[in-house]
């Protein structure tokens, strides 16, 4: 069982930055793929950005690349997602997830773990 505990979310102006962090619980998530997603109110949850573990791979949906960077530190078990040039339509709860394998998944079906969710709410 993987525990993932979201931290860093709060109120930002456009063309700010936060970083979001996920801590797992698990001893190692070396066999892990680690994602954020997003979901606005009344909406399924959107693919933001996947981070395989093992294979370094990463992935962004088109409309964050350039502005979000998703990084680990493997010695802390934790994955970051670091949120620059911020937008209004950004403005959303924002989930860490992560699946027992290293190839990267995209849908909400695909993790197995979720966090509890981060509030962002960027301000025009």
């Known amino acids: 069982q993987v525990q993932l505990v979201e931290s860093g979310g709060g109120l930002v102006q456009a063309g700010g930055s936060l970083r979001l962090s996920c801590a797992a619980s698990?001893?190692?998530?070396?066999?892990?793929?680690m994602s954020w997603f997003r979901q606005y109110p009344g909406k399924e949850r959107d693919f933001v950005a996947a981070?395989?573990?093992?294979?370094?791979?990463?992935e962004y949906v088109d409309s964050v690349k350039g502005r979000f960077t998703i990084s680990r530190d493997n010695a802390r078990n934790t994955v970051y997602l670091q949120l620059n040039s911020l937008k209004p339509e950004d403005t959303a709860v924002y989930y860490c997830?992560?699946?027992?394998?290293?190839?990267?998944?995209?849908?909400?079906?695909?993790?197995?773990?979720w966090g509890q969710g981060t509030q962002v709410t960027v301000s025009s």
């Open positions: 997830a992560a699946r027992s394998s290293g190839l990267v998944g995209f849908r909400p079906s695909d993790y197995n773990y």
């Open positions: 698990s001893r190692s998530m070396s066999f892990y793929t």
């Open positions: 981070a395989s573990w093992s294979s370094g791979r990463t």
